[in-house]
């Protein structure tokens, strides 16, 4: 199992819209049966992201189609990424970490 978080830096004045935008990301993933979660930090260091998204997935292999359409359908993604860059200062930093199960 692999957990891949985004990293969103928006300002302040943008966050509201950004909160919405990745919610719309989180409600995807879940309809699509995979574990996803908006994180909202309550502090956070200087030049650390305002927002975070991640989702869990199954193997590695699904990372290139999950980021390539995440919302599901082509028209859909494009649109929400037109939007979501808007409010981005600048690209989203990506982490993939994998689930330490404890076996080798």
Known sequence: MYVVRFAYDVLPVDRDQAIALIRREVEAARRRGLTARLLVPLTR??????????????????????????????????????EFSEVLVQPPGVEVFRIDTGTP
Not at 51 to 67: C, G, M, N, S
Not at 74 to 79: F, G, H, K, R
């Open 45 to 82: 260091g200087r030049g650390e992201p305002a927002l975070e998204y991640e989702v869990e997935l199954p193997t590695l292999d699904q990372l290139d189609q999950y980021r390539s359409d995440p919302l599901g359908s082509a028209d859909a993604t494009q649109a929400w990424m037109r």
